[in-house]
């Protein structure tokens, strides 16, 4: 830019004349200056007779030429730094004002811009005065340097500082005026990290940091003062160091602001907790929430809820066995972020709870129970439960000797009997069951109902007595003793003799004491007696009786005397007798029979020749009679008596004579009593009673009755199964099951029991009448169908029993809606996946069966993009999909079953449907034609602006990479950040302006997509005209004759311009004075000519 500077010079071109002027009279009034005030201006630190310069005439003009004119300084130069002079061109006496050449004061505007100097004018002849005021405005020269304060700078900042954020600020201030002051900020040498402002100062980050590659920049910051530069193509001004420390970012983790555990039992299979995760800043997308520890059997996963932003819930995957997780779980959370860098959060704790354990209880305390002790092993007892109601819970029987008797099924809680129970052995058991682990207790209290299920029992086996012959009727012989263990007048016993009848006694009813009933005779009646005693209890429905042997024995009393059956016996022996021969047996006998008799001889044997064996009879010869002398008697008369032990037979003899001779020899004669056949018929009729044996139709044994000869048969119609809805409800009747027995009494007694396949304890069967009922509530998902062993027992001794299987199908009812995996779908796709493609196919899953479970699906949010087939639950692309306009989609879906009967279920799930980004969009300029205006003495090195560019694409494909196309050597574009700046210095007078051009492109696989942008360069001319042109000299003077032609050159001025170029190329002008119609001037050369001077008057130009 050119701005026109002027140099002012005074031309006076006389014309010779002959005439006078006219005398007149002088006036004071014209004595005074042009004006009252002046104002000039001066160069700080001008050279000595430097001259102010003013745009207006300084001085007066001369009424007379004669006036002689003085001007001086009368005030307002007290440093005496001014000197007036005079200078008369014609009729005009010039005031100029310059510096003393002999004071050395500079001026210093600085210290002072301006003085107001008072100027007298006086007219030494004619002592006139004028006065006038000049102000003298200082102006400044660019002599001071731009300073920085602080003259140094440093700053600590984060690696992670972003493109353009300012980092400090530095200062600088130069004391001169106006464009003197004027400076620019730059580097001293090239950065390609950190960026100054050219005239603000202000730092800002230019390039990406890392303080693994450098942590320390010192940088040297340059104050550039623009009029110096201008002028003297140096603008060097003051340096200030700049240190930057680049330290480590504190890493932008991630950070799990917020966990908000759910009660497990409250969250109806949804979340367990809710998870907020803050990116602190960092700018990055939370991608996941992973579970890192605490959950080994992976029962967990977090789900991202799109609909709120960076929030998680926590849900099971699979069914969760709280019973191994008593203390529920200790898990850990960690989130993680998309893109690069990845960033991580703390690992964060927390305490999940275990599900519904801390309000686990049985549904009774005490549980209280009536059993019928004739109840046979399986049958029910009792089914205890926990609420609220949870799975894989086991139930544990504690160990005792009350539950001996007693099974508990550990999954179902359904406690059955094993054997029969004895209300004798014991009437109350007290149970305690607690669960497995041990987190609630209960106690089952069972009172066992007594039966008449106990016959009398003797106390003994048989019972034997003995009695005495001839003791008087009703005499107490032997008492039997029975008791029965049942209660009350199922255990009250009476006696009675059940036979044989014929017997001679008679028993106490209540006593069970037997007496004789009439006399009694050893010899005379039977010796043994042997009948049945009956004990019958009074019991019902019917009395229980047993029988008992009782024998009693007829003792005999020793009341005869033994008498011999044969008396007064002889007996001829050879003397040669051999000793030790039989000669005789006596023989006596005795009724009683009580014991052996004894014989002994009473006399007749002094010489000792006989023997008499004492319980034979049998004699013989002791010693022999060969020795004997012939004087010796030849006859011997034995006298032989027997005893009973108390009575003695009357004596018999025996008389012996031993003779030589052998036909003397006589055998044994003796004379017979008739003692044996009157002990024979006593003996026969004797055995004759004993032998008696009582006829079936005086007695038949008990035992006969008791003999349980059937077992109990279930009728024909027995079902083979039965079909039963599962919403029955409870103790509803199912089935009568009947069978009969033909025994009569207990044998012909049945019950019923369930002996088998009622573990679940769905079912009872009334004990005695054999009515099927429900007895739990029944689920066709958990059993579809029982087989009961359904026993019927009778009560007969030994038992019998007999069963049959029972199928007991569970019909289903639509009771279960369709359930989706937890926490819904997720699907992740490319957005370029084309139309008509299925991208899922949804399950679900209906524990209900046929029509129950067959689900519709349905589409519940509006869109365009996706269809949902509604049998077969295919997820199909329906519409173009782009992640740029819409990142995920969240649909809701439903999932409705179709039952023939009852109300369809339902449940809605999310599918998220993310879509994975593609590079299909090319970078695109914020500004696809920029235009900067940059004036043309900016430093090299100065960043000129950053281009902005973006790519909606993600990772490397959506980061972008910027090429200059043509630089032109002046411009440099940092690939990186797209940082613009100057290379090399402008020149407005050479280029006005640069057109340029770039690529951006991202770094997309396999092909990277780039934009071609513009960026247009206005160059801003700046004011280099520093200097005005001066002319040679104050006043150029010259004569010229009146009667020159026109175009007669007069003078030749001459000016010089110390600026360079165009700026210091001179044009001349006639601005003002007399006489401007008459003369002209060469604008280039300055050479001046007049136009005719015929038509002027002599004199004087100016």
Not at 4 to 23: I, M, S
Not at 703 to 714: E, L
Not at 823 to 835: A, F, M, P, R
Request: proline share 6%.
């Amino acid at each position: 830019m050119i701005n026109a500077l002027l140099g002012l010079a005074v031309l006076v071109l006389p014309c010779v004349t002959c005439e006078k002027p006219p005398e007149g009279i002088v006036s004071s009034s014209a004595w005074h200056f042009t004006h009252s005030l002046y104002n000039v201006t001066i160069y700080e630190n001008s050279a000595p007779k430097t001259y102010v310069e003013s745009s207006e005439k300084m001085g007066m003009y001369l009424a007379e030429p004669q006036w002689a004119v003085r001007y001086r300084i009368i005030s307002g130069d007290v440093a005496n730094v001014f000197k007036t002079e005079e200078y008369v061109v014609g009729n005009f006496c010039f005031l100029r004002i310059r510096t003393k050449s002999s004071n050395t004061a500079l001026l210093n505007r600085e210290v002072r811009d301006s003085y107001t100097l008072i100027i007298q004018a006086t007219e030494k002849t004619l002592e006139f005065e004028a006065l006038t005021r000049v102000v003298v405005h200082i102006l400044d020269q660019n002599d001071l340097r731009p300073l920085f304060s602080p003259p140094s700078y440093r700053v600590t900042i984060s690696e992670d500082m972003p493109l353009k954020s300012p980092i400090c600020k530095v200062t600088a201030t130069d004391a001169d005026l106006g464009q003197n002051a004027e400076f620019y900020y730059a580097f001293n040498s090239r950065s390609d990290a950190f960026a100054i402002h050219p005239t603000s100062g202000v730092v800002t980050v230019a390039g990406k940091l890392n303080v693994t590659w450098r942590g320390k920049y010192e940088l040297q910051v340059l104050a550039v003062d623009r009029m110096r530069k201008i002028s003297e193509g140096n603008g060097f001004g003051n340096l200030a160091s700049l240190v930057v420390h680049v330290e480590p970012a504190p890493r932008k983790s991630l950070a799990i602001a917020s966990v908000v555990v759910t009660p497990p039992d409250d969250n109806e299979g949804t979340a367990y907790a809710t998870i907020v995760v803050d990116a602190n800043g960092s700018g990055a997308e939370v991608d996941s929430l992973e579970v890192v520890g605490g959950d080994p059997g992976k029962h967990f996963k977090a789900v991202k809820s799109y609909a709120h932003g960076n929030e998680f819930s926590l849900v099971s995957v699979k069914d969760v066995n709280w019973m191994e997780h008593l203390h529920g779980f200790n898990l850990s959370l960690q989130a993680r972020s998309g893109g690069r860098p990845t960033f991580y959060s703390q690992i964060r704790g927390f305490h999940l709870p275990p599900s519904k354990l801390a309000f686990l209880k049985f549904q009774k305390a005490i549980y209280r129970v009536k059993l019928s002790e004739s109840s046979p092993p399986g049958s029910r007892v009792v089914l205890v439960k926990v609420t609220p109601a949870f799975p894989n819970l086991q139930y544990i029987l504690k160990p005792s000797s009350e539950s001996t008797g007693f099974k508990l099924n550990a999954r179902t809680g359904l406690i059955t009997t094993t054997k029969l129970l004895d209300f004798h052995d014991r009437a109350h058991y007290q149970l305690h069951v607690r669960t497995s682990p041990g987190l609630a207790a209960a106690t089952v209290v069972i009172d066992i109902v007594d039966c008449n299920n106990h016959a009398p029992i003797f106390n003994r086996s048989s019972y034997d007595g003995t009695l005495e012959e001839n003791i008087p009727p009703g005499t107490s012989v032997l008492t039997v003793t029975a008791t029965d263990w049942d209660h009350g007048e199922n255990g009250y016993v009476t006696y009675s003799i059940a036979g044989p009848k014929a017997v001679p006694f008679s028993i106490d009813p209540y006593l069970g004491i037997i007496s004789t009933s009439k006399p009694m005779d050893y010899e005379l009646m039977k010796r043994i007696y042997t009948f049945w005693v009956r004990a019958s209890d009074w019991g019902s429905p019917f009395r229980r009786e047993k029988e008992v042997s009782v024998s009693l024995s007829l003792k005999n009393l020793n009341d005869n005397q033994p008498m011999f059956e044969e008396v007064n016996c002889t007996v001829s022996i050879r003397h040669d007798w051999p000793v030790g021969k039989l000669i005789m047996t006596v023989s006596a006998i005795d009724v009683d029979e009580l014991q052996n008799l004894k014989y002994e001889m009473v006399s007749g044997n002094e010489a000792d020749y006989f023997s008499l064996d004492d319980f034979s009879g049998v004699i013989s010869l002791k010693r022999s009679f060969m020795n004997l002398s012939t004087d010796h008697p030849t006859g011997y008369s034995l006298k032989i008596t027997a005893s009973d032990g108390k009575n003695y037979a009357s004596p018999t003899t025996l008389n012996v004579t031993v003779v030589k001779d052998p036909r003397l020899e006589v055998p044994v004669r003796c004379d017979k009593t008739g003692v044996l056949t009157h002990f024979t018929k006593t003996i026969l009729h004797s055995v004759g009673l004993q032998d008696q044996e009582p006829s079936d139709e005086e007695f038949t044994s008990l035992s006969t009755y008791q003999i349980n000869r059937h077992t109990p048969q279930f009728e024909d119609h027995f079902p083979q199964s039965i079909d039963v809805l599962e919403r029955v409800p409870i103790n509803m009747p199912l089935a009568r099951l009947v069978a009969t027995d033909p025994d009569a009494g207990f044998n012909g007694k049945l019950v019923y029991v369930i002996a088998d396949g009622n573990e679940e304890g769905c079912f009872d069967i009334e004990l005695e009448t054999g009515l099927l009922t429900v007895a739990a509530p029944l689920d066709y998902e958990t059993t579809s169908y029982y087989l009961l062993n359904v026993t019927v027992y009778d009560l007969g001794t030994p038992q019998k029993a007999s069963w049959k299987v029972l199928t007991v199908n569970v019909q289903d009812w639509n009771d279960n809606a369709p359930t989706f995996p937890p926490g819904g779908y997720q699907l992740t796709i490319s957005e370029d996946t084309e139309v008509g493609t299925t991208i899922a196919q949804l399950k679900t899953k209906d524990a209900d069966s046929e029509d129950n479970s067959r689900v519709r699906y349905t589409l519940l949010s509006p869109t365009e993009k996706f269809s949902l087939h509604p049998l077969t639950g295919e997820l199909v692309v329906t519409g173009y999909l782009d992640r740029e306009g819409e990142p995920w989609y969240i649909l809701k879906v439903e999932a409705r079953d179709q039952p023939r009967k009852g109300h369809q279920l339902f449940s809605v799930t999310d599918l998220i449907v993310t879509l994975e980004d593609e590079n299909d969009n090319s970078p695109q300029c914020i500004t696809e034609h920029s235009s900067l205006k940059v004036p043309e003495d900016l430093p090299p090195g100065t960043v000129l602006t950053f281009l902005d560019a973006s790519d909606p694409d993600l990772g490397p494909a959506g980061e972008v990479r910027y090429v200059l196309l043509d630089a032109h050597g002046t411009f440099r574009m940092d690939p990186m950040t797209g940082a613009l700046s100057l290379e090399k210095e402008l020149d407005f007078e050479r280029r006005a302006g640069y057109n340029l051009s770039l690529w951006v492109s991202d770094s997309g696989r396999p092909l990277a997509r780039r934009t071609l942008c513009h960026v247009e360069v206005i160059v801003l001319d700046v004011n280099e005209n520093l200097h005005p042109p001066r002319f040679t000299s104050f006043v150029h003077q010259a004569h010229v004759q009146e009667n020159s032609p026109s175009g007669t050159q007069v003078m030749l001025v001459s000016a010089h311009d110390d600026d360079s170029g165009l700026d210091g190329e001179l044009q001349y002008f006639l601005r003002a004075g007399t006489g401007l119609e008459a003369f002209t001037i060469n604008q280039d050369t300055g050479t001046g000519g007049g136009v005719g001077w015929e038509r002027w008057n002599a004199g004087d130009w100016v």
